[in-house]
């Protein structure tokens, strides 16, 4: 492709990437007036005939045949978590299987590991593969909007949250849980951007809950450092702005899940799919083809799931970062000496951390690049590096998810 048709179909993907985000931030905004419902829209479950667009977790599985359950626990600061599990299509739930444990990436839920077609969503994959498929959700996601005695809509503190809180509080829980309901010691690990941020800070910190019952970890896209990444968008600051007009708005909630702004992202996705590669293109996958764009509008009509703007921040704080450092959130200097006991953020010692790491990198990935990952590599010694033609979304909604089996080689080990 030569020069001017390379920048002339980037001016276009850009165009339709703005279009699309004005037209959603609108429909999100005026559903804000309308729609209060912020977690996954019960009340749509009993509709007929059924639709992906609007069925629950629990109605969208066993539809398709998967036998589920709904589990709930507790953290140690009073989260309510909600925990999904499915087993072999067509079969009944039953002890004794190798558990896998997936872990959603930032504003999302466990749903995203089943919106792909049956035979590319890792969540379904593993099922029938006869391993026994757990889904986490974390605090503030739309099926986990809850605590003992915080209010989600009256209460800033229960928004006072990153992904150092979920390595410290949510994923011990979750490990805690399953083990007393499966009676399996061991827990195999995957996780997804943000889920795999959280697992690495766990295990740098050597939680010991997590350190006692994770087996296999496998970290597809993992994001650690973002030294180098290439989505401009982020790159640019439009992420600390984005958190500091958030702050500015007193709105502690970012992304919150809302069922009509969903659907009508969904619906402008199967009409004009050209317009949601776009968007895509500019923000996660450099080739954004990869991408299932058949089953993309099912995916959004479920996201985003909600998080907090901390969450953003911490985020950000690693992007501005100029030396990539993987490091706890920065409350300011005051509050760090209170946190920390020190001026700055403690640093992540990543040489800690001696369990079994497969790191599945994408080379057109434009969230997790190639470069930090391969610095990733190089600091855990336990770690091994794939690479495979994915994004960062395709990772998970792809077409052709050539990674999918390379992870079943990895948990049969």
């Known amino acids: 492709m030569c020069i001017r048709d390379r920048s002339k179909r980037t001016v276009i993907m850009g165009l339709l990437f703005v279009a699309l985000t004005i037209a959603h931030v609108a429909w999100v905004a005026f559903s804000l007036t309308r729609d209060q419902t912020s977690e996954s829209p019960r009340f749509l479950a009993q509709a007929t005939p059924f639709d992906e667009f609007t069925a629950p977790f629990m109605e969208y599985v066993q539809n398709k045949g998967y036998p589920a359950e709904e589990h709930f626990t507790v953290t140690k600061d009073g989260y309510i978590l909600r925990l999904f599990r499915i087993q072999a299509k067509n079969t009944k739930i039953q002890r004794g299987k190798t558990v896998v444990f997936l872990q959603h990436g930032i504003s999302d839920s466990g749903e ?15 099922a029938n593969a006869g391993y026994d498929v757990w889904f986490g959700n974390n605090r503030g996601n739309k099926f986990s909007r809850n605590h003992t005695t915080l209010n989600p809509d009256k209460d800033p503190a229960f928004w006072s949250f990153s992904f150092q809180t979920f390595a410290l509080y949510d994923q011990p829980a979750h490990f805690s849980y399953i083990t007393r309901v499966t009676g399996q010691e061991k827990i195999n690990y995957i996780g997804h951007s943000q889920g795999t941020t959280q697992m690495f800070a766990a295990l740098a910190d050597r939680e010991a809950t997590v350190v006692r019952h994770i087996d296999k970890f496998i970290a597809l896209a993992p994001v650690v450092h973002m030294k180098f990444i290439t989505n401009d968008f982020m790159n640019i600051g439009a992420i600390s702005r984005i958190g500091f007009l958030a702050q500015a708005l007193n709105m502690n909630e970012f992304a919150a899940f809302k069922p009509k702004g969903a659907v009508f992202s ?8 050209k317009v949601c590669e776009a968007q895509q293109w500019a923000l996660t996958d450099a080739d954004p083809s990869n991408i299932n764009l058949d089953r993309w509008p099912v995916f959004k ?3 985003p799931a909600g998080t907090s703007r901390q969450c953003l921040m911490h985020y950000s704080q690693l992007i501005n970062d100029p030396n ?3 490091k706890k959130y920065d409350f300011g200097e005051q509050e760090n000496l209170l946190q920390y006991g020190q001026a700055n953020p ?9 369990e079994k790491v497969y ?4 080379t057109v990935d434009r969230i997790a690049d190639i470069q930090d990952i391969e610095r990733l590599h ?11 033609y994915q994004g960062h979304e395709s990772m998970i909604m792809g077409n052709n998810p050539d990674h999918i089996p390379y992870i079943l080689e990895v948990l049969s080990k």
């Open 301 to 303: 009509a479920h996201q």
């Open 266 to 273: 969904a619906k402008v996705c199967k009409a004009f799919p």
């Open 324 to 326: 990539g450092t993987f």
């Open 112 to 126: 995203v590991w089943v919106m792909n077609d049956e035979d590319k969503a890792i969540g379904f994959v593993l």
């Open 359 to 362: 790191l599945v990198a994408g």
């Open 346 to 354: 403690p640093v992540y010692d990543l040489s800690k951390i001696t």
């Open 378 to 388: 190089s600091e855990i010694k336990s770690s091994q590096l794939r690479k495979f």
